[in-house]
């Protein structure tokens, strides 16, 4: 058995059946589309303002989802540049009534801070330990 990471996550959904193809598999793009928010989130709060999606690099799914599951989606910052941040997601399947756990994709994402004038800006570079 396979135990979910210990940290809390970035964003935790249930998938549910408008999620899935006729075969009751959750959409690649809808799991995606969690990552791009877990990773968006930590791109906002780290730049303290607007950030936008520029790439999502080497996305691989391991295991389906199915209706049901618990997706728990985890994202960490690893690294920043002048204007841009890179953030390492994970997402991660339990059944709804089990406590195994499995890796079903990773990818990692790739922020520009934006200002009002939608022109990149400074970001904080990576904190002290990280």
């Known amino acids: ?17 408008a999620d899935s193809n006729p075969y009751g598999d959750i959409f690649g793009g809808w799991l995606m589309g969690h990552m791009d928010l877990a990773a968006g989130s930590v791109a906002s709060h780290h730049s303290g303002g607007r950030a936008v999606t520029v790439a999502a690099e080497g996305m ?50 790739v922020f520009v801070a934006i200002g009002e004038d939608r022109q990149p800006r400074r970001v904080p570079p990576m904190p002290a330990g990280a």
């Open 1 to 17: 058995m396979t135990m979910l990471p210990d940290r809390s996550p970035t964003i935790r959904v249930t998938a549910m059946p």
């Open 60 to 109: 691989k799914f391991h295991r389906p989802v199915v209706i049901g599951d618990e997706v728990s989606v985890y994202a960490t910052l690893v690294a920043t540049g002048t204007t841009s941040m890179t953030i390492d997601v994970e997402a991660w399947r339990r059944g709804r009534h089990s406590d195994e756990a499995y890796m079903v994709t990773q990818a990692r994402f």
